[in-house]
């Protein structure tokens, strides 16, 4: 298969589920949006964030908690 072809191969495989992409059940760990609600305010209160701080979201996966903080 010449390099033409595999990248179209891989497109389609990513384009299909892109189609059906669900930020909260690609993180996984989320399983509900009610949860990760509880899950981000629990997060922020332990690492005491305050409006005026910057965060910086290192590896951050399907990007729930930086989207939502």
């Known amino acids: 298969m ?3 072809r ?5 497109t389609r ?3 299909k589920r892109a189609s059906t ?4 059940n690609a993180a ?3 399983i509900s949006e009610n949860l990760a609600k509880d899950i981000i ?6 690492i005491e964030l305050i409006n005026s701080d910057k ?3 290192i590896g951050c996966g399907s990007g729930v908690l930086g989207s939502k903080i």
């Open 2 to 4: 010449d390099d033409f």
């Open 6 to 10: 595999e990248i179209k191969r891989i």
């Open 13 to 15: 495989i990513y384009d």
């Open 21 to 24: 992409y669900n930020s909260l």
């Open 28 to 30: 996984g760990q989320w």
């Open 41 to 46: 305010k629990e997060i922020i209160q332990k």
């Open 55 to 57: 965060v910086l979201e």
